[in-house]
């Protein structure tokens, strides 16, 4: 049995606006999670940023404040050799800077006694930095 033109008319409006309050209700859905994601976003790059400098990675520039970390000893085989200043031995892969925000290299090792531990620093070959361009006493951060 066949359905009227105007209620058929009438069904297909209905299953129309369905589908367009569904399309709708979706996007909803969509904008909301892509707001949520873009804070969650922008908190980690936050989060990400901040442990670059503190645990190591990947380089995105100086920090804003330098803390002197050691104190350049020798250089041996191409390698920066230091004493660390302070209680605050820097981490394996740490960006390591001259006082004036030169990138030098990464943090390579970490050795010696608790009580006076030294630290071993590649130099970054996209610088050009040289380990032997180093003088006993040069403060590194």
Known sequence: MAL????AV???SAVVAVALVAV??????VVAVSEVSN???????EQLTYHCFVIGGYNMG??????VV??????????IVGMVKGNAVPLLARMIWTENKQLIGKVEDVFGPKHAPGIAVTPDTNTGVKAE????GDKVS
């Open 4 to 7: 009227p033109q105007e209620v």
């Open 10 to 12: 009438e069904v297909a």
């Open 24 to 29: 709708v209700a979706v996007a909803a859905v």
């Open 39 to 45: 804070i969650k976003l922008k908190n980690l790059k």
């Open 62 to 67: 100086p920090p804003e404040r330098l803390a």
């Open 70 to 79: 050691a104190e350049v000893t020798h250089d041996c085989e191409g390698v």
């Open 133 to 136: 361009s180093f003088k006993t």
